[in-house]
Structures are given as C-alpha cells and as structure tokens.
C-alpha cells in the first residue's frame, strides 16, 4: 500500500557532507512521522532523526548539530542534510515512516536501506 523510495548516500571523506532523500508513495491518508534510522555491522539499528508534519523534530545525541532533516509535506519527501560526517557515521541507512493509508489503521513502512560510507 505505501512505498519508501530512498536515493543520496554514498562514499565521502571524513567532514565532507552528503544529502539523503526519502519519497513515500501509495494510497497515503496521513504521515504522522518520517525519518531515517540506521544500522552499522554488528549493531542494532538506532534513530537518526525524524520530523512530524506538523515541523516537530527528533535527533539521536551523536548528530545533532550535524544533521538536518527537512519536509515537504505536499510531495510526501524528507530530506536529511548530513555535514561534517565522521566514520562512525558509516551504516545504513533507512526510511522510515508511521503511516495512515487510506482506509486503513496507522503502520510502520521501511525502505530498502542505502549505504552511507565515510573515509577517514
């Protein structure tokens, strides 16, 4: 019924910066909240940063500061500006959004995952 679509990651030098998009799609009522989580090798996967619609933000300890997540509510995306990245950065990471669908009680929607690789 709702689709996660991700695109951005990639390999970066440590301090460098790059941007993370996430396009929800289906039969969407409401989004009450979207964001991004990720998982390193051999760790539980842990909160990145999330939005709600109404702007209400939520970051882990170890990003704030560094990263940025953005909406537009209108076209269903978030976007997560990440700079002054560090190799513990390095994971993957995944959309994530609590979703009403249309006709439907609210669920939890994944995307595949994109790999975040940060050099040191």
């Known amino acids: 019924q709702v689709q996660l679509v991700e695109s951005g990651g990639g390999l970066v030098q440590a301090g460098g910066s790059l941007r993370l998009s996430c396009a929800a799609s289906?039969?969407?009522?409401?989004?009450?909240?979207m964001g991004w989580y990720r998982q390193a090798p051999g760790k539980q996967r842990e909160l990145v940063a999330t939005?709600?619609?109404?702007?209400?933000?939520n970051y882990a300890d170890a990003v704030k500061g560094r990263f940025t997540i953005s909406r537009d509510n209108a076209k269903n995306t978030r976007s997560l500006q990440m700079n002054s990245l560090k190799p513990e950065d390095t994971a993957v990471y995944y959309c994530?959004?609590?979703?009403?669908?249309?006709?439907?009680?609210?669920?939890?929607?994944w995307g595949q995952g994109t790999q975040v690789t940060v050099s040191s």
């Open positions: 994530f959004a609590n979703v009403y669908p249309l006709g439907a009680a609210s669920s939890d929607y």
């Open positions: 939005i709600t619609s109404r702007g209400t933000t």
């Open positions: 289906g039969r969407i009522f409401v989004i009450t909240d």
